[in-house]
């Protein structure tokens, strides 16, 4: 399965916010339909602390990731709506837009498969 990764800035002192909202959307009653609906069979959240502040690292296996992305830009469904306000609000990221850059490369991948 094809997988992006995405790495984007926490302004200071956002990583609790940005916490509730995730912990708000794991009991979104449609959240397991909105990411099959993308084609997303996982998505993983990660906090990486740097020098020169926290990042959030998204990790998407979906079954065509870039399309993925542009179907939630421009979706009109609850849930991906509620999750664009919520980024814009916490990130300052407006995820309706293009990116600001191209995607991750991928320049290593190992599997014991």
Known sequence: MPV??????????????????LADAKS??????TFKGF???RETWHVQETEQGALLVLVF?????FTMLQEYASSNDDVPVWQRQCI???LGVDLS???PAPPSRLIFDWSKE
Not at 28 to 33: G, M, N, R, S, T
Not at 61 to 65: H, I, N, R
């Open 28 to 33: 979104h009653p449609d959240l397991d339909a």
């Open 61 to 65: 296996d979906a079954d065509d990731p």
């Open 97 to 99: 837009q293009a990116p």
């Open 88 to 90: 814009k609000e916490i």
């Open 4 to 21: 992006l990764a995405m790495a984007l800035p926490i302004p200071p002192g956002k990583t609790e916010a940005l916490e509730q909202h």
């Open 39 to 41: 084609g997303i069979s």
